[in-house]
């Protein structure tokens, strides 16, 4: 058996299917074959079935796939199927054989995340595994920034999970994507797909279960620096995981469940390195079980207002699909962005869920903060910044009021971060 779970097939026969020189693959649930075009050569084959051998799938029958528009150039048609569905069929196209094995990786993680949308937690990075235990650390970071490389040198100390996105299931088990490693060449090339095999990657075992999440600094510098860990703060790490997560949104609870994730993996962690090869020995203590801290945060119940007109001269908030609160933020999922509210925020986000006055708004931000000089101009703005950025809506276009006079309170703040 392979790490992914998945018989490999003898030398000659991994990724044929029915006789015919195809490649089968299993990529995070789904059934892909890959028809190679007339213009791709035997030893270009080969070299793509050693390159995705450890995502070599059964051998089944194989769906209809084009032979036409496959004679000449540098093509492929791929069919896939999915555990729900029978999928379909995609033709690429290239100018050079690299250009298309890019092409192909790219297209296939993209229909596999596509599949797994609404279901899993899928983060934009490289995954390494105890060999013993099968406990993964994730290493969060967006393309271009070390990924690939902190996984090829990981990946000779621990077991190689992917290098390129870290599928989590709710109960924090992961699904193996180990796929070639995309390695940058000269500018303007495509990227070269090299096989883990051939890079000596150690497998990982069968079995996985995240233990950490990091987020990788890689900083230029002209002396080295000794890698540091350091704890994100929950509020900063959910809203550095969302932008470099795939399809978050999509799950029921998208910030609950990052949160619950966050929790039982004992927080966030930031390891600012130069250096890839002082990565192994920093994140040993990671793989380790660590104490899991009481919660930080707390649901906020979904008591979006009902659909009707506003009355003028009043705001109501948007609807939100999840919410959370976190020290004195509200954390919100608009129209699939997170949105984070602070200072007099969280009150008006309150107070307007059903349709409230300048009076009743402001009142409800004395409740909780006070009266502090300028404070009815601070809310004004408040409301006009959130009214905006369509936190809060209002019917027409008109303002609520007339513009308040030059007054204005520095620590009230109502913030509306996306990421």
Known sequence: M???????????LCGLTGGEDM??????????????????????????????????????????????DLASGFTAAVAFRTPTDDGGVFTLRATSFEELAEGLTSRLTLTAILANAGSLTMLHACGVADPETGAVVALVAKSGTGKTTASSVLARRYGYVTDETVAIRPDGSVLPYPKPLSIKQAPGLPKQQVGPDALGLLEAPAQLQLRSIVLLDRVESAEPVVPVLSKVPLADAVLALIPDSSSQAALAQPLQSLCRLIDA???????????????????????????????????VAQENAPNGGIPEGTVRRASCTDAVTIGDDLLLVLEG????LGGIGPVLWAAAGKPASLVELTQAV??????????EAAVVRAVEQLTAAGILQRSGNRKLWKEPPNEHCSRA????DRP
């Open 337 to 340: 962005a997170v949105v984070r």
């Open 413 to 416: 703040r109502a913030g509306a």
């Open 2 to 12: 392979t790490s992914t779970g998945v018989a490999r097939q003898p030398d000659g």
């Open 23 to 68: 490649l089968a693959l299993d990529i995070l649930g789904v059934q892909f074959t890959v028809r190679w075009g007339d213009g791709v050569t035997a030893a270009q084959r080969d070299g793509m079935r050693l390159a995705w051998s450890r995502c070599a799938g059964l051998q089944e029958p194989v769906p209809s796939l084009p032979r036409e």
């Open 366 to 375: 004395r409740d909780v903060h006070g009266a502090p000089q300028g404070h």
């Open 265 to 299: 993996t004992g927080g966030v962690w930031q390891v600012t390195y130069t250096e890839a090869t002082d990565l192994p020995a920093a994140l040993e203590p990671l793989f380790h079980a660590t104490l899991v801290p009481k919660p930080e945060w707390r649901p």
